[in-house]
């Protein structure tokens, strides 16, 4: 039994399949866009293709992974739905790349959604069925490894390319917000705890920053910026 939970979860209730349709739309559309994201970053640093393109290899096979977490589960991954869910972060990334602005493509994938799904994978592992909680160990573990690319790049070009890497934090955290407020109650119904992921998403992030280069007090304006209690 799990910390805090009362009771075992059903996962063939209706009311959890159907929460569930929509956050493995939500994971395999992140998964299927992290994919996109990590190709078009190969295009805007030629040096570095062979690296990315691995990577964008890894998200595919999380999608297919999360797909089959849906299946087993009997459960129609709402992919509509999903697509309205990424709408603006995906535009953000898709605007900076078409501008060539690489270090806000990779603040905004490397980092801000690798660590939201870091923390957010990490908050359904122990909530999770067991074969779901097998896929998502192993896929959590390729995942620190898209954040330590974006760590080392952003790291060696800091200076150049700090005023814009707050720029897109600025742009991107309200959004971040907004959308871990739209699946709330799905969560919720997955038994997984909100705080719990907030708390884990902004120390992660934090240290992010603190690993590219941004002192502590610049740290913590950053990975609140837009958070409203
Ligand atoms: C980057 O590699 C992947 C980006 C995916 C973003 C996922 C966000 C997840 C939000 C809530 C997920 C709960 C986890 C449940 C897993 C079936
Ligand atoms: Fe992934
Ligand atoms: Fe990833």
Redesign the pocket.
């Known amino acids: 039994m799990v910390q805090g939970q009362i009771n075992a979860i059903d996962f063939f209730s209706d009311p959890y399949r159907d929460a ?1 349709s929509r ?2 739309g ?2 395999l559309e ?2 299927q ?2 994919y996109e994201n990590f190709v078009r970053l190969a295009e805007l640093l030629p040096e570095h293709k062979a690296e990315l393109s691995h990577l964008a290899e890894m ?1 595919a096979r ?1 999608r297919k992974s ?1 797909e089959a ?1 849906g299946r087993n589960l009997k459960v129609t991954p709402d992919l509509d739905f999903a697509q309205r869910f990424f709408a603006d972060l995906h535009g953000i990334f898709q605007h900076a790349a078409d501008a060539g602005q690489t270090a806000t493509c990779l603040l905004v994938q490397a980092l801000v ?2 660590c ?2 870091i923390a ?2 990490n ?2 592992i122990p909530v ?1 069925d067991k074969f ?1 909680r097998k896929i ?1 160990e192993s896929v959590v573990k390729d ?1 620190y490894s ?1 954040l330590n690319f974006g760590e080392i790049w952003l790291a060696r070009f800091f200076e150049q390319v700090k005023e814009e890497v707050e720029a897109a934090n600025r742009q991107v955290m309200p959004v971040i917000w907004r959308m871990l407020n739209w ?1 709330e109650s799905d ?1 919720k119904a ?1 038994g ?1 705890v909100k705080a719990t992921l907030i708390e884990d998403f902004i120390s992660r992030y934090g240290e992010a920053l603190g690993h590219i280069g941004f002192t502590t007090r610049d740290i913590l304006r950053m990975s609140v910026y837009g958070l409203r209690a």
């Open positions: 569930y956050v493995n939500i994971v992140g998964e866009q992290a998200e999380h999360f977490c959604i690798e939201f799904a957010a994978y908050s359904y999770a779901a998502t995942e898209h699946v969560m997955l997984m």
